[in-house]
T-cell receptor, first 111, second 117 residues
Framework: TQLLEQSPQFLSIQEGENLTVYCNSS?????LQWYRQEPGEGPVLLVT?????EVKKLKRLTFQFGDARKDSSLHITAAQPGDTGLYLC???????????FGTGTRLKVLA | DVKVTQSSRYLVKRTGEKVFLECVQD?????MFWYRQDPGLGLRLIYF???????EKGDIPEGYSVSREKKERFSLILESASTNQTSMYLC????????????????FGPGTRLTVT
């Protein structure tokens, strides 16, 4: 069974702090996507990483794909209350027709 | 921007009723999906469709059916609603399908929160 485990599961931090969310698997993925879902809404695509070792920045968010394409991380610098939400990683395991979602990290940033 | 719309944000139905959830996308995407999202269980795929009139079962298809008569529209049908189908239902679309492209991005609608009493 291909799984995407995210850690931590829950995170509550103060505005201005930095944080990192991890997405790990024992399987190789063709790519990984990161989504953010706000309460009562559908997930919104943030970024796609494709190449092993790739780093992408989206304002204060930095996404990295592991060299072996089995893991990814999301780092947020100087978190703001608007960053609050459920962060999901997802992707297609290589050589399959599946699309797997991670277990999710629920982030709350306090003002 | 891709826009995926769902017919209702909130829906309350009685046990045994037939329920239709509608989803429309405006970006000419080939692939459309229905998920349900429950606390502690994450997103689970119910059905997906990679072309008009084509459908494939996902991980939890029991108690559901789907219809895709037009490319832009994908409907989820609960033949006889039960209380264990109370959930958040999310529709998504993508340009390419899994296994066909390395980048495989899904675009979601706002969700329908269904309560079955």
């Amino acid at each position: 069974t291909q799984l995407l485990e995210q850690s931590p599961q829950f995170l509550s931090i103060q505005e201005g702090e930095n944080l990192t969310v991890y997405c790990n698997s024992s399987s190789v993925f063709s790519s990984l996507q990161w989504y953010r879902q706000e309460p009562g809404e559908g997930p919104v695509l943030l970024v796609t990483v494709v190449t092993g070792g790739e780093v992408k920045k989206l304002k204060r968010l930095t996404f990295q794909f592991g060299d072996a394409r089995k893991d990814s991380s999301l780092h947020i610098t100087a978190a703001q209350p608007g960053d609050t939400g459920l962060y999901l990683c997802a992707g297609p395991p290589s050589g399959t027709y599946k699309y797997i979602f991670g277990t999710g990290t629920r982030l709350k940033v306090l003002a | 921007d891709v826009k995926v719309t769902q017919s209702s944000r909130y829906l309350v139905k009685r046990t045994g009723e037939k329920v239709f959830l509608e989803c429309v996308q405006d970006m000419d995407h080939e692939n459309m999906f229905w998920y349900r999202q429950d606390p502690g269980l994450g997103l689970r795929l119910i059905y997906f469709s990679y072309d008009v009139k084509m459908k494939e079962k996902g991980d939890i298809p029991e108690g559901y059916s789907v219809s895709r008569e037009k490319k832009e529209r994908f409907s989820l049908i609960l033949e006889s609603a039960s209380t264990n189908q109370t959930s958040m239902y999310l529709c998504a679309s993508s340009l390419e399908g899994p296994g066909l492209a390395d980048t495989y991005e899904q675009y979601f609608g706002p969700g329908t929160r269904l309560t079955v009493t």
